[in-house]
């Protein structure tokens, strides 16, 4: 799934629509009208995007599958550039078609000298013929049937470690100056260091690197395997010269004498050897005018921005080619593509094929350049993602901690960080035995910038390990695979990782306070906050396990409680923590701790006081989430100073967000705090008229939760307050009750946007009857006119359990109603059709 939300480049793949019956002729029947929405105020979804409220149920995820372009190769999905390579495949495509042209002419030139020159002839051909035939038999018979054999020598001269050795190390070393310490003396010497130390490595290697072997004792570089490929091919440039010399010179004099059929036998014979000898030069020319003058290899490596690395790579990869066209048929070199070659590198035992391998695949999975189109991408992330093997071996170099394997290591994780982006990879990747551990290896906190001596002493690569980048990766897969379910189950049943990653979530006032902080802990900071995020949105059992473990660290709350309180500068960071709130208050232990945790609540309403937009939101919902059926919850917001007219105030705010969590917030204020908060409580009815017009002309959340804070505040007051409420608003009560009987014909069916507006109207119509007899108004019988008794029958006939619950985690409800839905209806239906009776109250 590509992964648009926030600063990632993380992916998301589209959920399917969900759709329903339409028809008004349809008989009543338990119904859920599910309708997208898109807005929100913050809200807390499992995939980290989160468009909807903790109050709305989310109907769970499911991924379309889109169409896939099938093929070996890398492609761009159409109408894209070609793949670079292709360049190379082509080129040894046609190399190989001139040397079989070559080959074959030889093979035949070879067995006509041997048939009938030598054969027939061998007592007539003259001494100058004979030992001409001679020659050119010998050079172009030991060139046409040793090539296979030469092609392997030079074949085998690609797989040199010192040119991957040396990028290895200039490679690492560009990076440790990127983050060098100030002391140039000391990153010299660093340097030097780590690079001894690489070549001490690379000499205790168990087997032997084949282009490294001496053949023959005692001869030195001349006869080391990497530098007779070389020989060999300039010893067939040779003959085929020397034989082109001595066709042109026989034919040229062509005095062959005047016996039958011995001319035409010379001719013929000359002629091949002549242009089998031309051919190969011919072909010889070519690949050196491709490779020197047209700079095949350096074009070929620029699209495809493989730098320094890309000509070794890339030379490797095109004798690869081919190899295979010249061993097999000349079409199978063209089946090759850089993602397939890569995945062979990387499970190699040397590690210098490893690095070049991990390389090619970091580079194609990026995507952020020209040459890496989109569809590129995603395809090379598909094949590599669908290769067991490749994502085994990947999973694998992660955990690899020497400092020789360092740049293997970052490159593997940076491409398990864009196959993580991907939720079928992301399934495939934890599903691999130990994968989970392997990335939590990447996390190191017991690291400091500056190294002990003790330290640098001991070990010369330690100093200058890279391990803040690694704690990035490896947070950044953390978090593309806890936007699945299962992985966050696995997350949280791994031992020892959920306590790493709070510990990441800290972050000291003087980063929080510092705008010119390394972005590197911030950014970790965030990314971890994050993965928390998603740990605690998680719904079902896996996500009340979730927050009760998260709940359960000590340093979790005070984390978050560090950075609102310090971190005006990162509203970003404050936001995340104001999410993870809001998701461990539903669980009822984690309201406690949140509580308990001093300044929290103090902290969270100032916010959403005085923040804006999205922060703003986030706060109310956490304060409001928080005092949902928690007497301790609604007593601790009760104590700061004035926060009654703040929340009433917040009713009149122009931002929508804002009434809905001030509405929220008061609502479960009134109908949680307990009676010995009532009479502080009663200062809430200065808030009616506001309530009552957002009741008259409000719509969807607007209207749901005003009738429901309607509902609470009628406790307050009585008939004739209310009536006098009505009037000071400028709404005659009938008025008000045609409102409720339109709202209630409106939403003949459960909404899951708005899925408490019913029981809400419900029990105000309830309050309007048993209230009739102390108001002026006879509230029964306008109900009656307004035809309220058949909408409940047919209220009654749709209820659904989707009504009986407070709170959502996705789909799964929290905080159930004391009472069902279709007891408050049937309770309503009862008064309306009787003598008026009072109803007990209904929460």
């Not at 890398?74 to 070609?82: I, L, P, V």
């Not at 092609?151 to 990127?178: C, D, F, I, K």
């Not at 097999?328 to 062979?344: H, N, R």
């Not at 003087?510 to 998603?534: M, W």
Request: hydrophobic share 40%.
């Amino acid at each position: 799934m590509k992964y648009r939300k926030g600063g990632s480049a993380a992916a998301t793949e589209p959920d399917d629509d969900a759709t329903t019956k339409g028809g008004r002729d349809e008989p009543p029947s338990i119904k859920v009208e599910i309708v997208e929405y898109h807005g929100g105020g913050g809200g807390l979804g499992n995939g980290g995007g989160g468009s909807s409220s903790f109050f709305e149920p989310r109907p769970e995820a499911t991924p379309v599958s889109r169409n896939c372009h099938r093929g070996s190769g890398r492609n761009d999905g159409g109408g894209g550039r070609e793949p670079p390579e292709k360049r190379l495949t082509l080129f040894a495509l046609r190399l190989a078609v001139l040397e079989k042209a070559a080959s074959g002419l030889g093979k035949l030139d070879f067995v006509w000298a041997t048939v009938v020159l030598l054969g027939g002839f061998a007592s007539t051909l003259s001494i100058t013929d004979f030992v001409w035939a001679t020659v050119i038999l010998v050079g172009s018979g030991a060139r046409v049937f040793s090539r296979s054999h030469e092609l392997e020598w030079q074949h085998h001269s690609t797989l040199t470690s010192t040119a991957g050795g040396a990028l290895r190390s200039s490679s690492r070393l560009l990076r440790r100056l990127a983050h060098a310490p100030a002391n140039p003396t000391d990153s010299a010497h660093g340097s030097a260091t780590q690079f001894q130390h690489q070549i001490v490595a690379f000499t205790k290697q168990r087997a032997w690197h084949g282009p490294d072997v001496s053949l023959l004792p005692y001869t030195g570089w001349l006869f080391v395997s990497k530098n007779i490929g070389m020989l060999l091919n300039r010893l067939q440039v040779l003959s085929a010269l020397a034989c082109v010399a001595l066709s042109v010179m026989r034919l040229w004099r062509h005095n062959f004498g005047n016996e039958a059929n011995k001319r035409p036998a010379l001719l013929l014979f000359y002629t091949l050897a002549l242009i089998e000898a031309l051919l190969f030069l011919l072909e010889q020319a070519y690949w050196a005018w491709m490779i020197s003058v047209q700079k095949l290899l350096e074009t070929v490596s620029g699209h495809c921005e493989l730098g320094d690395y890309g000509r070794v790579s890339l030379t490797r990869f095109f004798y690869d080619a081919y190899s295979r066209c010249i061993t097999g048929s000349i079409f199978d070199g063209i089946k090759m593509d850089l993602v397939t070659f890569a995945e062979e590198l990387i499970l190699s035992e040397f590690l210098d094929e490893q690095l070049i391998g991990v390389r090619i695949l970091q580079q194609f999975t990026a995507g952020s350049s020209s040459a890496n189109a989109e569809g590129s991408t995603l395809n090379t992330l598909r094949k590599v993602g669908t290769s067991a093997r490749s994502m085994e071996r990947l999973v694998e170099m992660i955990n690899w901690k020497s400092p020789e394997e360092e740049e293997v290591r970052w490159c593997a994780a940076e491409v398990l960080s864009k196959l993580a982006g991907k939720r079928r990879n992301a399934l495939r990747v934890s599903g691999i035995p130990g994968a989970i551990e392997s990335v939590m290896s990447l996390l190191y906190t017991d690291w400091s910038a500056p190294a002990s001596a003790a330290l640098h002493e001991a070990s010369p690569g330690a100093r200058s390990y890279d391990h803040p980048q690694f704690n990035l990766l490896g947070l950044l897969i953390l978090k593309r695979l806890a936007r699945d379910q299962d992985n966050c189950g696995k997350i949280g049943n791994t031992r020892g990782l959920l306590a790493k990653i709070i510990e990441f979530t800290h972050a000291s006032p003087a980063l929080l306070g510092n705008t010119l902080a390394p972005e590197s802990q911030v950014r970790a900071v965030k990314l971890a906050l994050k993965v928390v995020k998603n740990l605690v949105s998680t719904t079902g059992s896996t996500g009340k396990m979730l927050r009760q473990e998260v709940a359960e660290n000590v340093f979790t709350v005070s984390n978050l409680r560090g950075i609102l309180q310090y971190g005006q500068q990162y509203r970003a960071l404050q936001k995340l923590a104001t999410d993870i709130l809001s998701g461990l208050a539903m669980d009822d232990k984690a309201k406690q701790v949140i509580v308990c945790t001093g300044g929290v609540v103090k902290l969270l309403l100032s916010i959403f006081v005085n923040a804006e937009n999205e922060l703003g939101a986030e706060a109310g919902e956490a304060l409001a989430m928080l005092a949902l059926e928690s007497e301790a919850s609604c007593a601790a917001i009760l104590k700061l100073h004035d926060v009654l007219d703040q929340l009433v105030s917040a009713l009149e705010d122009d931002g929508e967000a804002r009434r809905l969590n001030a509405a929220r917030v008061l609502r479960n204020l009134c109908a949680y705090a307990g009676e010995k908060h009532r009479r502080r409580l009663s200062t809430v009815t200065k808030a009616m008229p506001m309530v009552l017009k957002a009741t008259m002309t409000g719509s969807d959340q607007t209207l749901e939760v005003s009738v429901g804070l309607t509902t609470q505040i009628c406790k307050f007051i009585d008939g004739d307050r209310f009536a006098a409420e009505l009037r000071g608003a400028g709404i005659d009560e009938r008025s008000y009750v045609e409102r409720l009987a339109s709202i209630l014909r409106e939403h003949r069916y459960p909404v899951i946007r708005v899925p408490r507006m019913r029981r809400f109207v419900v029990q105000q119509v309830i309050w309007l009857m048993t209230s009739s007899y102390s108001a002026g108004a006879d509230y029964v019988s306008l109900l009656r006119v307004a035809g309220m008794e058949q909408l409940l029958e047919s209220i009654a006939d749709t209820t659904s359990e989707v009504e009986c619950y407070h709170a959502f985690s996705g789909s799964v409800g929290i905080s159930k109603h004391r009472e069902s839905f279709s007891a408050a209806v049937d309770a309503a239906l009862e008064l309306l059709g009787g003598d008026g009776a009072r109803a007990e109250a209904i929460d």
